[in-house]
């Protein structure tokens, strides 16, 4: 993991309100976007969202972004891509039992929520499973055309 994405990571608060920012502002832009055409903007935004979201959180661009939910820590970062954690395997210095030499994310996750005002109690939400067939597209189109939040079938929100 990078030492900037480490610096900014270990700052929720800042990130929470940048997110919030950036939320704000492609909601904003939608109408723009839409007449640009999701498809195209979708190929546009992949390479600017991938750069910066991979530099401050290692992001894997899974195309359904939750980092607001769960303390501003990438799930995906997770050795078992968990949507929902900790798993039952937290070790008793609180790191990983897949990679021991690692610190749980869930840790993290929850540590650093808990620092965060305007989405901390996000943490407590269930997410449903991830949609690997959303891998690669930009988060922010899918969140504006609403595929972020589809789920499989018998699931419910
Ligand atoms: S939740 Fe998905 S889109 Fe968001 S940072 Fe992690 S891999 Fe990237």
């Not at 959180?57 to 820590?73: E, R």
């Not at 901390?120 to 269930?126: A, G, L, N």
Request: aromatic residues 8%; charged residues 25%; contains cysteine.
């Amino acid at each position: 993991m990078g030492t900037i994405g480490q610096y900014l990571r270990n700052r929720p608060r800042l990130l929470e309100r940048l997110y919030s920012i950036s939320h704000r502002g492609i909601l904003r832009l939608s109408p723009l976007i839409e007449k640009i055409g999701f498809e195209r903007a979708d190929r546009w935004l992949q390479f600017p969202e991938e750069l910066t979201k991979r530099l401050m959180f290692d992001c894997t661009m899974c195309g359904q972004c939750i980092l607001h939910s769960t303390g501003m820590t990438c799930p995906m970062t997770c050795p078992k891509n968990l949507r929902n954690g900790p798993c039952g395997g937290v070790r008793e210095d609180g790191n990983c039992e897949v990679k021991p030499e690692m610190r749980c994310i869930w840790v993290e996750a929850f540590e650093r929520s808990q620092r965060m005002t305007l989405y901390r109690q996000e943490m407590m939400d269930i997410q449903p499973p991830v949609n690997r067939q959303l891998e690669g597209d930009s988060a922010w189109i899918n969140m504006l055309t609403g595929a972020d939040q589809r789920v499989s079938d018998g699931w419910d929100r």
